[in-house]
Nanobody, 121 residues
Framework: QVQRVESGGGLVQAGGSLRLSCAASGRTFSTYAIGWIRQAPGREREFVAAISRSGGQTFYAASVKGRFTISRDNAKNTVYLQMNSLNPEDKAVYYC??????????????WGQGTQVIFSS
């Protein structure tokens, strides 16, 4: 089992950028596909992006395509989510999650504790 810790969330202005990180423990990190899923207040969890085990394939929700970039460094056991052109619709708690293969739905097996993205007025 791989444990994950997200970081990088915080306060941002509309149009700004943040980079989220998901650091994992365990020697089997590269055997898991990783997804980023978010949950806004009062809403269901929403798939955001995913990356294959090798990093060779990436997938995005239509709402973030062209603005967000997912990447991974298996040597560092870390997955990143670069988020640009942020807008208030992106306000949510962001989770990284793992499973054996990519899933384009928020149905992953192992979850981190989440990191929050908040907008300043």
């Amino acid at each position: 089992q791989v444990q994950r810790v997200e970081s990088g969330g915080g306060l941002v202005q509309a149009g700004g950028s943040l980079r989220l990180s998901c650091a994992a423990s365990g020697r089997t990190f590269s055997t898991y596909a990783i997804g980023w899923i978010r949950q806004a207040p009062g809403r269901e969890r929403e798939f955001v992006a995913a990356i294959s085990r090798s990093g060779g394939q990436t997938f995005y929700a239509a709402s973030v395509k062209g603005r967000f970039t997912i990447s991974r460094d298996n040597a560092k056991n870390t997955v990143y989510l670069q988020m640009n052109s942020l807008n208030p619709e992106d306000k949510a708690v962001y989770y990284c999650a793992a499973r054996s293969v990519v899933m384009l739905l928020p149905r992953y097996d192992y979850w981190g504790q989440g990191t929050q993205v908040i907008f300043s007025s």
